[in-house]
C-alpha cells in the first residue's frame, strides 16, 4: 500500500505548520542559516522500522536540498542501537524538521511493529490480521499503511469503500436479516456486505439473508468454532472483540478468515528512535 502524494503533503504541512508556528526560536537563534551538518537516526528498541518515505518527505519540505539516505529496508525488523537513516544538510533545516519527522516514523513505525507481533503470533494458520477505522483523525492514510507493513492487511479505508453492518445498524434497521437484504437492494454488486453478529441464531440469520462476510464479534472460542461450523465456507469470517497477543493464536486456529484488531492503531506503542547530529 502507498501514500497518495497528495494526501501525505497536506498531513506533512499541516504538522510542520502545527510545530513551527511562526519561526523555529531556538534553531534560529542559535545556529546560522549557512551552517551545514550530518545526523543519523537511531534505534532506542528492537522493532519494525516504517516510514522512511515520510521521514524523507518531512525534511525536504523544509529544505529541498536534504539528503535522506534510508540504511534499512521498509519494514525491517531491527535490533536497539542500529543506525536506519542518515541525514545531511542544512542544520537549520534538518533541526527545525527533526520531531516532526521523528513524531511520524516512530508512530507508523510502532503500529508496524505491534502488527509483525499479531502476524508473527497467527504463523501457520490461514487467518489475516487486518485493522479497523480506530486510527488518529487525520492520519488514516499512514496509520493504514504502517499496518501493510507490518505485515496485515487493511479493512475498509473508510464508510465509502465497503458495507460493514454493526450492532447499532441493526437495532436501527429491525434487526440482522433485514438489514443485509437492504444493503444487497442498495449498494453495486461489486461491494461486499459484511454484517457483525453476537450469536450463532444470529450468524443463521445472516447465511440465510447471503451476507458476504459475517464479523464474529466477542464471541467465546467455542461459539466460533461452531460458528465456522455452521457457516461451512458459505461466507468469508471475521473476528473482532478484545483480541490480544495472548489470545489470538488460539483464535486464528478457530479457522476464520479475518481477525481484526483495533489496538494496532489505536494503542500501539511509538517505537522509540532519536536523531543525533555527528561530531564532525
Request: hydrophobic share 45%.
Amino acid at each position: 500500500m502507498g501514500i497518495p502524494e497528495a494526501a501525505l503533503k497536506e498531513i506533512i504541512a499541516r504538522a510542520l505548520a502545527e510545530d513551527i508556528g511562526s519561526g523555529d526560536l531556538t534553531t534560529t537563534a542559535t545556529v546560522d542559516a549557512v551552517a551545514e551538518c550530518r545526523a543519523e537516526i537511531v534505534a532506542k528498541a528492537d522493532g519494525v522500522i516504517a516510514g522512511m518515505p515520510v521521514a524523507k518527505t518531512t525534511f525536504k519540505t523544509l529544505n529541498s536540498g536534504v539528503e535522506f539516505e534510508p540504511l534499512v529496508r521498509e519494514g525491517a525488523w531491527v535490533s536497539e542501537g542500529t543506525v536506519v537513516a542518515r541525514v545531511a544538510g542544512n542544520a537549520r533545516g534538518i533541526l527545525t524538521a527533526e520531531r516532526t519527522a521523528l513524531n511520524f516514523l516512530q508512530r507508523i513505525s510502532g503500529i508496524a511493529t505491534l502488527t509483525a507481533e499479531y502476524v508473527q503470533a497467527i504463523d501457520g494458520t490461514k487467518a489475516r490480521i487486518v485493522d479497523t477505522r480506530k486510527t488518529a483523525p487525520g492520519l488514516r492514510v499512514l496509520d493504514k499503511y504502517a499496518v501493510h507493513a507490518g505485515g496485515g492487511f487493511n479493512h475498509r479505508i473508510g464508510l465509502f469503500d465497503g458495507v460493514l453492518i454493526k450492532d447499532n445498524h441493526l437495532r436501527a434497521a429491525g434487526g440482522v436479516g433485514e438489514a443485509v437484504r437492504r444493503a444487497k437492494t442498495a449498494v453495486h454488486h461489486m461491494v461486499k456486505v459484511e454484517v457483525e453478529v453476537q450469536t450463532l441464531d444470529e450468524v443463521e440469520e445472516a447465511l440465510d439473508a447471503e451476507a458476504d462476510l459475517i464479523l464474529l464479534d466477542n464471541m467465546t472460542l467455542d461459539e466460533i468454532r461452531e460458528a465456522v461450523e455452521i457457516i461451512g465456507g458459505r461466507c468469508q469470517t471475521e473476528v473482532s472483540g478484545g483480541i490480544s497477543l495472548d489470545t489470538v493464536s488460539a483464535t486464528a486456529e478457530c479457522g476464520v478468515d479475518f481477525i481484526s484488531v483495533g489496538a494496532l492503531t489505536h494503542s500501539a506503542p511509538a517505537l522509540d528512535l532519536s536523531l543525533e547530529i555527528a561530531d564532525d
